[in-house]
């Protein structure tokens, strides 16, 4: 499995982002993200780490000559990918239909490895957009970051297989932060319940805390902004879901270090109650 190489913490904070299910936002979520990070003045990279099946530059309206494979193969060094995208964040584009990038073997790991060593005094935040589920390449790049994103949404199987990637990462690494954010929800309240739900899970099974990022609220003009091929924060600004990555981004920016306590955010006291709800047998 992958090792962080990062050899400053206080340097580059990487979260990766990655979900159960596809089909939940997470790419959206990454690069929304990211440009919230930079409308707070960080430096910030979004890496494409959905090797075989990139498409952070296809949402972006981007055309990269080249691509993460090049440099996973030697051919090309990390600074000479990186492609312009909104608000100055640099895009590290991935190839698309390529079978050779969906399994890596372990020197493509180093290399990649070596490359977001690189990466380390060029910016403050990496963004690490994996592919979606629980095979070696999603969870290798999961556990590149410092903090671990998981990207769900009130569809029970979403909840169901946002579970299974929390469980494999906690079993890789018992001690990586990993957090959840509640993607197209209704309200806040909706969002606390599939929240509290995992949160249950994970202390009862797992013997491990999640932290709570909140949720990005269901909003209509993200679909609107994807079909323009601009981030929702960049195209509506004061849009409801552009709010919300907002308050992530700030949230994020105000932890304090990445392997440090830091801020925590934890459901209201009004789902306390389900701590104390069964859970279905396959969470286990």
Same mark, same amino acid.
């Given at each position: 499995?992958?090792?962080?190489?990062?050899?400053?913490?206080?340097?580059?904070?990487?979260?990766?982002?990655?979900?159960?299910?596809?089909?939940?936002?997470?790419?959206?979520?990454?690069?929304?993200?990211?440009?919230?990070?930079?409308?707070?003045?960080?430096?910030?990279? &979004? #890496? +494409? @780490?959905?090797?075989?099946?990139?498409? *952070?530059? %296809?949402?972006?309206? $981007?055309? /990269?000559?080249?691509?993460?494979?090049?440099?996973?193969?030697?051919?090309?060094?990390?600074?000479?990918?990186?492609?312009?995208?909104?608000?100055?964040?640099?895009?590290?584009?991935?190839?698309?239909?390529?079978?050779?990038?969906?399994?890596?073997?372990?020197?493509?790991?180093?290399?990649?490895?070596?490359?977001?060593?690189?990466?380390?005094?060029?910016?403050?935040?990496?963004?690490?957009?994996?592919?979606?589920?629980?095979?070696?390449? &999603? #969870? +290798? @790049?999961?556990?590149?970051?410092?903090? *671990?994103? %998981?990207?769900?949404? $009130?569809? /029970?199987?979403?909840?169901?297989?946002?579970?299974?990637?929390?469980?494999?990462?906690?079993?890789?690494?018992?001690?990586?932060?990993?957090?959840?954010?509640?993607?197209?929800?209704?309200?806040?309240?909706?969002?606390?319940?599939?929240?509290?739900?995992?949160?249950?899970?994970?202390?009862?099974?797992?013997?491990?805390?999640?932290?709570?990022?909140?949720?990005?609220?269901?909003?209509?003009?993200?679909?609107?902004?994807?079909?323009?091929?601009?981030?929702?924060?960049?195209?509506?600004?004061?849009?409801?879901?552009?709010?919300?990555?907002?308050?992530?981004?700030?949230?994020?920016?105000?932890?304090?270090?990445?392997?440090?306590?830091?801020?925590?955010?934890?459901?209201?006291?009004?789902?306390?109650?389900?701590?104390?709800?069964?859970?279905?047998?396959?969470?286990?």
């Amino acid at each position: 499995m992958i090792r962080n190489t990062r050899p400053d913490p206080n340097q580059l904070v990487t979260i990766a982002v990655t979900s159960g299910k596809g089909g939940v936002g997470k790419t959206n979520v990454s690069i929304n993200l990211g440009v919230a990070l930079a409308r707070l003045r960080h430096r910030v990279a &979004v #890496l +494409d @780490a959905d090797f075989g099946l990139g498409n *952070v530059d %296809v949402m972006l309206g $981007l055309a /990269p000559t080249w691509h993460l494979g090049h440099v996973l193969a030697g051919e090309k060094t990390i600074d000479e990918i990186l492609v312009a995208g909104p608000l100055g964040v640099k895009i590290i584009p991935a190839g698309s239909g390529m079978q050779q990038l969906t399994a890596l073997s372990p020197t493509h790991w180093a290399r990649l490895g070596r490359a977001i060593e690189h990466l380390g005094d060029a910016f403050d935040y990496l963004i690490v957009d994996t592919g979606a589920g629980v095979s070696d390449n &999603v #969870l +290798d @790049a999961a556990r590149l970051g410092d903090r *671990v994103l %998981v990207v769900t949404s $009130l569809d /029970p199987s979403a909840v169901v297989d946002a579970y299974a990637v929390i469980k494999l990462l906690s079993a890789a690494d018992p001690g990586r932060e990993i957090g959840v954010l509640v993607n197209n929800a209704r309200d806040l309240i909706e969002a606390q319940l599939v929240f509290a739900q995992l949160e249950v899970a994970a202390r009862r099974f797992l013997k491990r805390r999640l932290t709570n990022y909140g949720f990005i609220a269901h909003d209509p003009s993200v679909r609107e902004a994807m079909l323009v091929q601009r981030p929702i924060v960049d195209h509506l600004p004061q849009s409801a879901a552009s709010r919300g990555f907002r308050i992530l981004a700030t949230r994020l920016a105000g932890m304090d270090g990445p392997h440090g306590a830091g801020l925590r955010l934890v459901a209201s006291a009004q789902f306390a109650a389900s701590a104390a709800a069964p859970e279905p047998p396959r969470c286990a």
